[in-house]
């Protein structure tokens, strides 16, 4: 079992960049594949990105490659996403939650807050 928070979420303007991370407050994060969402005011909740338990495999939608990366650091037990060229429709609220299994069928068992993004146009 793990408890995720995300955090670095705000107001930036088009064109900005912003960081999020995700952190474990209880539990070990190195135990979970861990994935990146977003869910836009009116819309359903979209995979942004996932990456496996080392950090050695990624996957990104496409729609966000070369705009967003995700990283991982077992030791400070935190998975963090750098967004670049932010865009007003990137605005949306970003959640990260974790994978016991790396499937096409994996399913996010544990779920994070949620940080808010906003990008002004």
């Known amino acids: 079992q793990v408890t995720l928070v995300e955090s670095g979420g705000g107001v930036v303007q088009a064109g900005g960049s912003l960081r999020l991370s995700c952190a474990a407050s209880?539990?070990?994060?190195?135990?979970?594949?861990v994935g990146w969402f977003r869910q836009a005011p009116g819309k359903e909740r979209e995979f942004l990105s996932r990456?496996?338990?080392?950090?050695?495999?990624?996957q990104v939608a496409d729609f966000v490659k070369g705009r967003f990366t995700t990283s991982r650091d077992n030791v400070k037990n935190t998975v963090s996403r750098q967004m670049s060229s932010l865009k007003a429709e990137d605005t949306a609220v970003y959640y990260c939650?974790?994978?016991?299994?790396?499937?096409?069928?994996?399913?996010?068992?544990?779920w994070g807050q949620g940080t808010q993004v906003t990008v002004s146009p």
């Open positions: 990456i496996t338990w080392s950090g050695g495999l990624s």
């Open positions: 939650a974790g994978a016991r299994t790396w499937g096409p069928d994996a399913k996010y068992e544990y």
């Open positions: 209880e539990g070990i994060l190195s135990n979970f594949a």
